[in-house]
């Protein structure tokens, strides 16, 4: 698997790097968690802090574009949408991390 590293934009607002990749992987589509460890190790960043926020095949081609955001620390990382948080954990994982997203509901009161 190839990741080109097309742009990245720093964003000291939200204290996070947008990172826009081009990914040209062996076969298939290839996992979240595994493009998000590939473009931590590409700016030594943390795994926990960096989320793929969008993989896109391209038309005709087999690459898919990217978009990262990468964290400077855990409470910047907060701002980041928990259906995003869920799509980069690993698949085993992913169904015990929805359950522990979702808000407790309300209970109704009885007329």
């Given at each position: 698997?190839?990741?080109?590293?097309?742009?990245?934009?720093?964003?000291?607002?939200?204290?996070?790097?947008e990172?826009?990749?081009?990914?040209?992987?062996d076969?298939?589509?290839?996992?979240?968690?595994?493009?998000?460890?590939?473009?931590?190790a590409?700016?030594?960043?943390?795994?926990?802090?960096?989320?793929?926020?969008?993989?896109?095949?391209?038309?005709?081609?087999?690459?898919?574009?990217?978009?990262?955001?990468?964290?400077?620390?855990?409470?910047?990382?907060?701002?980041?949408?928990t259906?995003i948080?869920?799509?980069?954990?690993?698949?085993?994982?992913?169904?015990?991390?929805?359950?522990?997203?979702?808000?407790?509901?309300?209970?109704k009161?009885?007329?």
């Amino acid at each position: 698997m190839d990741v080109q590293i097309k742009t990245v934009t720093a964003n000291p607002l939200l204290k996070r790097r947008e990172v826009s990749f081009l990914l040209s992987p062996d076969k298939g589509a290839p996992d979240r968690v595994e493009v998000r460890d590939k473009v931590a190790a590409l700016h030594n960043a943390k795994f926990e802090l960096t989320f793929v926020r969008k993989l896109s095949p391209r038309f005709g081609k087999t690459e898919l574009v990217g978009t990262a955001m990468i964290y400077d620390d855990e409470e910047a990382a907060k701002i980041e949408p928990t259906y995003i948080k869920v799509r980069n954990v690993s698949k085993d994982k992913r169904d015990e991390a929805r359950k522990a997203a979702r808000r407790p509901r309300k209970k109704k009161k009885a007329e």
